[in-house]
């Protein structure tokens, strides 16, 4: 099987307004330089693409650092919403402090409280050690894509985005063996997830649903 994150599944419940603005992901799914960045609004370019974004000035953000045989691609164009940027930049931030404690083999990391909390935490932290306690970990890229975000006032936001995990994959620590598998429906997963801005500035992750084999995230 292709690398299968498992359902981070906290109970996301998107008010009235957010679900009817919020619109679904639709189509499409990468190893890179731990020099890559994406920091919060300050993500530059038409393309987001991180695996290992370095800390940053503001709000003493932890760096997280990948090894060199695994990449995160978040693929969007900024917003021109400086509220907005910062919520995409910082949502990527979260996904890559997940995948950072499952490559540092621990969940005690910096940035994984850093940017995720609540809920979000607490199923990052068991989704994490699902990799831990197995000794796993994988290699290859994911892509993240199709983002949307809407703001809830000033200190809270939903987005949702998709991923495609064709070309990741599980690889065991202890014997260096990777699950090379054929890509199917299941490498395609829609992700709901709610933010709230903390006292620093940083938006946190607070919620997390997933729909993996979602039709809306196929090409």
């Known amino acids: 099987m292709n690398r299968r994150r498992p359902t981070l599944l906290a109970a996301l419940t998107l008010t009235a307004a957010a679900a009817l603005t919020l619109t679904a992901c639709g189509g499409g799914d990468s190893a890179a330089k731990d020099s890559d960045k994406i920091a919060g609004a300050d993500t530059g370019g038409e393309t987001s693409v991180s695996s290992s974004p370095s800390a940053s000035d503001t ?3 932890p760096k997280i650092s990948f090894p060199s045989d695994a990449k995160n691609v978040f693929d969007y164009q900024k917003t021109g919403n400086a509220a907005k940027d910062a919520v995409l930049a910082d949502s990527a931030l979260s996904v890559n402090s997940v995948d950072e404690a499952i490559f540092k083999g621990s969940t005690d990391t910096k940035a994984l409280g850093f ?15 699902g990799y831990i306690n197995k000794k796993n970990t994988w290699v290859g890229e994911t892509r993240y894509f199709d983002h949307k975000v809407n703001l809830a006032g000033a200190d809270q936001a939903y987005v949702t985005y998709c ?6 994959f599980i690889k065991n620590k202890e014997t260096g063996k990777v ?4 890509t199917t429906a299941d490498s395609y997963v829609l992700y709901n997830t709610k933010l709230a801005r903390s006292s620093n500035g940083v938006w946190q992750t607070t919620d997390i649903a997933s729909n993996r084999g979602s039709k809306e995230c196929q090409p």
Do not use: F, V
């Not at 991923?163 to 990741?168: A, C, G, L, T, Y």
């Open 179 to 182: 699950e090379k598998t054929p």
């Open 163 to 168: 991923s495609d995990e064709s070309k990741s």
């Open 59 to 61: 709000g003493g953000r």
């Open 115 to 129: 940017y995720n909390t609540e809920s979000a935490l607490r199923d990052s932290i068991t989704y994490a050690l």
